[in-house]
């Protein structure tokens, strides 16, 4: 099965690029981390909020907040579709990585998704 592309865009044949049903749910991971709560008007309650965080300082509280954050938005809203296994935070200097495991329920196939960002 495919799905559209997120973010939207044409392939090399000129057509709308699609992925695997595996690689929509690595977007979709990536999408919710990524929205901040409030930003979709339909959903205003979709995102993670990690992006508030963006000016703490890094240190072993702001990587328990995001793994708080990250952790819960995950279960809310895509809790359907994936098991979350775990959620690892590092925060070093200036930089947090957010490490999350998981396995997709419907094939049962497990994956990882590395997210890095400027704090």
Same mark, same amino acid.
Request: no cysteine.
């Given at each position: ?15 709308? @690029?699609?992925? =695997? @049903?595996?690689?929509?749910? /690595?977007? $979709?991971?990536? #999408? ?7 930003? &979709? ?11 508030? $965080? ?8 702001? @990587?328990? +907040?995001?793994?708080?954050?990250? #952790?819960?938005?995950?279960? +809310?809203?895509?809790?359907? /579709?994936?098991?979350?296994? =775990? !959620? ?5 200097? %200036? ?5 999350? &495991?998981?396995?997709? &329920? $419907? +094939?049962?196939? %497990?994956? +990882? !998704? ?6």
């Amino acid at each position: 099965m495919r799905a559209l592309s997120f973010p939207y865009r044409i392939d090399q044949t000129g057509r709308t @690029a699609t992925v =695997s @049903a595996d690689d929509e749910v /690595r977007e $979709l991971i990536e #999408q919710l981390l990524f929205v901040a709560p409030g930003e &979709r008007i339909m959903r205003p309650t979709l995102g993670s909020g990690v992006g508030q $965080l963006v000016f703490a300082p890094a240190g072993e509280q702001l @990587a328990a +907040t995001t793994q708080h954050l990250v #952790q819960g938005a995950l279960q +809310t809203w895509l809790g359907d /579709r994936i098991l979350v296994e =775990s !959620v690892d935070v590092a925060a070093e200097e %200036a930089t947090l990585t957010v490490s999350v &495991r998981y396995r997709v &329920r $419907l +094939t049962a196939e %497990a994956s +990882t !998704v590395v997210v890095r960002g400027e704090v």
